[in-house]
């Protein structure tokens, strides 16, 4: 292989890897981004649909895309009660900063633990028609198994600032994250709001999980691998911002495959958490943030 | 009216109702109330990977423990007295183990400490034994000892004396003795102990069997897609391909290795987690034409004695334990290194460490997984390291696995029972 079908190649395997990338920090993004929750249970939130996908597959042989879109309710209720719980204990009363992460650790170990005893510790995969399947475009080959996940993710990214930007909700939940005080002295709720948003930010998780397991194998204790990436990819791509987040995740990718073919992979994760710092050394909101 | 009675009743009639009552609460108590030493169970230690990325292992080789003391204590237990397992989660993480063996022996005063399962779980119990001159079996670790050289160290392993060395020596032997024969090769594997150990001797195989290297390259163990990786290896056109890599690259691996279309000469080596149930039945015919390593598999040439009856009884409770259902990597050894421990203590009639440690040391002893014999630096006299090859592998069926045929042994010559199919491309 030539120099350069390598390179083009490195290059698309980094944006379909960031595409997907997105998907699991979108939640985050507006968890952290807009909401000020610092949710670290989100990636096992993720691994929670990619078991559901999972079982889903084994069971009924459902596509995990399917899968993912239908549980995508029952995440969003799931995500609005955990918003209540925590609001009740520790946001009303001012002390979500340190306990509010306890809470979260919380909730990690438990649904962590929970799917350890319900599946087991074996690494768990899914079949589906496409997975294993390559595309050949001239110099190109790119693999089903990360295209597929990349527009999906491109597809929910896109739904997702459709309502953060064209509905009133999507507004309201901008207004919350500007001045919470002011929006309650329009009338709205910011707790409903907020519930609101959290809940959106967790029913991601369902259709990011299914993601995750086309991609690779998954267990359990995987959710703690993607904490550091997915609060550096809501950062660097600044808070909040949905689109920031797909860039981000895209430069995270494209950095990580370009490095891993290039210069040993061994480097990868370095780069793309160097390229974190140097960005926030200049621009602070991150990239798309408003500061 | 009764009350009265007993109150006024005289004192040697209470006396001896007392002791009528004191008897016959002997009496039902029964053979507990022999003397508490005889009772006093020989308590045996570890710490063992039950959740983490190589619990999958941890919990099958768990099973196999618990059979074994199991077996060990319907027949009489060891010295007269019942064995006692006793356990900790390591969760895969090293950090863990230190505070483990040190709560097993200061706290729960066992008797005996074996290993947890794997090389990076293994090298944090070293200082620990090391320093209270204790015995040690040692649960699937490459080369845990080398730095050390810890004489009452003892490795179920049958990686051989050499390890490192000997892990690979197989594959690239098999390499050296095709035609037309390889000249390069690519060596890949996770930033981790035992795939620094495995790649390492790899290196010094490839020096002796004249190879030339392409590419020596590491990856972080985090890694989510393999493509570039596997796009770089196959950018330099290798003739050989070696990979020492944990379950999760493993796969990551053998998916991007199709989907990329990497087509070396031979490919394999050193990838762990082509021996489970899980990935078997998901990876299916993708695997073939990989040459792997593996320690047992159901073909003519490994038939020991007890093998075949240990592994019914595991496989019987296999499912309900939510554990690999075949069981043939890790459980047998897991099982064979308590029963050399046992033999041991029944040999030399005593716990005492250093006795033990030097009965095992000189004997070589019939176990499950045949005859194991010690070299003094604790693994085994002969390596019996096997390369199979996945051939003629059909769908994603299970039982297919539990017949000879889909995995034939092609090296160590004395245990070969079937030819490679060469180069990769052909097999496929």
Redesign the interface.
């Given at each position: 292989?030539v120099a350069s079908d390598?390179l083009l190649?490195?290059v698309v395997?980094?944006v379909?890897?960031g595409g997907?990338y997105t998907a699991v920090s979108l939640g985050v993004s507006v968890a952290f981004g807009l909401l000020d929750v610092v949710n670290i249970a989100h990636p096992v939130f993720v691994i929670l649909g990619s078991y559901l996908a999972y079982a889903m597959n084994v069971t009924l042989g459902l596509d995990p895309i399917l899968t993912g879109l239908a549980f995508t309710p029952a995440f969003y209720a799931l995500g609005v009660a955990v918003y209540r719980v925590y609001y009740a204990s520790f946001e009303k009363t001012g002390q979500e900063s340190l306990r509010g992460l306890v809470f979260f650790f919380g909730v990690l170990f438990i649904v962590e633990v929970g799917l350890?005893l319900q599946f087991?510790?074996?690494?768990?995969?899914v079949?589906a028609g496409y997975?294993?399947?390559?595309l050949r475009l001239g110099p190109l080959?790119v693999?089903l198994?990360?295209a597929v996940p990349c527009l999906v993710a491109l597809a929910l990214t896109a739904a997702l600032a459709a309502v953060l930007h064209g509905t009133s909700y999507g507004r309201a939940i901008r207004a919350v994250a500007q001045d919470s005080f002011a929006l309650r002295l329009m009338g709205v709720d910011p707790v409903r709001v907020k519930a609101f948003a959290f809940g959106l930010a967790t029913a991601t998780a369902s259709l990011a999980g299914a993601l995750l397991i086309m991609?690779?194998?998954v267990?359990?204790?995987m959710n703690r691998?993607y904490i550091g990436r997915v609060f550096a990819i809501a950062v660097l791509g600044g808070m909040g911002s949905v689109g920031g987040t797909l860039a981000a995740a895209v430069i995270l990718g494209v950095a990580?495959?370009?490095t891993?073919?290039?210069y040993?992979?061994?480097w990868?994760?370095a780069v793309s958490f160097g390229i974190l710092l140097l960005t926030l050394a200049v621009r602070p909101a991150g990239l798309f943030g408003q500061a | 009216m009764r009350q009265a009675a007993l109150r006024t009743a005289s004192r040697p009639s209470r006396l001896l109702a007392l002791s009528v009552l004191l008897a016959l609460v002997a009496a039902l108590a029964g053979p507990g109330v022999a003397p508490a030493a005889a009772a006093q169970p020989i308590k045996i230690g570890f710490g063992m990977a039950?959740?983490?990325?190589l619990?999958?292992n941890?919990?099958a080789a768990l099973l196999a423990m618990q059979i074994w003391a199991e077996d060990v204590n319907r027949k009489g237990g060891l010295l007269g007295r019942p064995v006692e397992l006793v356990y900790y989660d390591d969760?895969?993480k090293p950090a863990n183990v230190p505070g483990i063996y040190t709560k097993l022996l200061d706290i729960d005063k066992v008797d005996f400490v074996v290993s947890g399962y794997g090389t990076n779980l293994i090298a944090p119990a070293m200082p620990i034994v090391i320093e209270r001159k204790l015995t040690f079996m040692a649960l699937f670790g490459l080369n845990n000892n080398e730095k050390f050289g810890y004489r009452n160290y003892f490795q179920i392993m049958p990686a051989g004396p050499r390890p490192a060395v000997d892990w690979s020596a197989g594959f690239f032997e098999l390499a050296s003795k095709q035609t037309p024969r390889p000249t390069t090769v690519a060596l890949v594997g996770a930033?981790a102990e035992y795939p620094h150990n495995a790649l390492a001797g790899a290196r010094e195989n490839v020096r002796k069997f004249g190879f030339k290297t392409v590419y020596d390259?590491?990856?972080?163990p985090?890694?989510?897609?393999y493509?570039?990786?596997v796009?770089?290896v196959?950018?330099v056109n290798p003739d050989i391909v070696y990979v020492a890599s944990y379950?999760?690259d493993s796969?990551?691996i053998v998916?991007?290795a199709?989907?990329?279309?990497l087509q070396p000469k031979l490919f394999g080596g050193g990838m762990v987690?082509l021996q489970?149930a899980?990935?078997l039945s998901?990876l299916g015919a993708?695997l073939n034409g990989i040459v792997n390593y593996d320690f047992w598999v159901p073909e003519p040439t490994l038939k020991f004695p007890g093998i075949e009856e240990f592994l019914k009884k595991y496989q019987a409770q296999a499912e309900k334990a939510?554990?690999?259902p075949l069981g043939y990597y890790l459980p047998p050894f897991a099982y064979a290194y308590l029963q050399i421990l046992g033999q041991a203590i029944e040999a030399t009639r005593s716990l005492d460490q250093q006795k033990v440690a030097d009965y095992i040391r000189a004997t070589e002893h019939d176990t499950i997984v045949g005859k194991v014999r010690f070299a003094p630096n604790g693994e085994w006299a002969t390596s019996r390291v096997l390369q199979i090859q996945f051939q003629h592998v059909e769908g994603?069926d299970l039982a297919q696995f539990t017949r000879p045929g889909k995995r034939p042994v092609l090296h160590p010559e004395r245990r070969r029972s079937g030819t490679l199919i060469y180069p990769y491309t052909r097999a496929r």
């Open positions: 292989m390598l190649n490195a395997a980094g379909l890897l997907f350890l087991g510790v074996d690494y768990r995969l079949e997975i294993g399947e390559t080959s693999a198994r990360l991609i690779g194998p267990e359990p204790a691998e990580e495959s370009l891993a073919t290039f040993g992979p061994s990868a994760l | 039950l959740t983490g990325g619990a999958g941890g919990k969760q895969t930033d390259s590491t990856y972080p985090t890694t989510v897609d493509t570039p990786i796009r770089a196959k950018a379950p999760p796969a990551g998916l991007a199709h989907e990329v279309g987690g489970f899980a990935l998901k993708k939510g554990v690999d994603t």
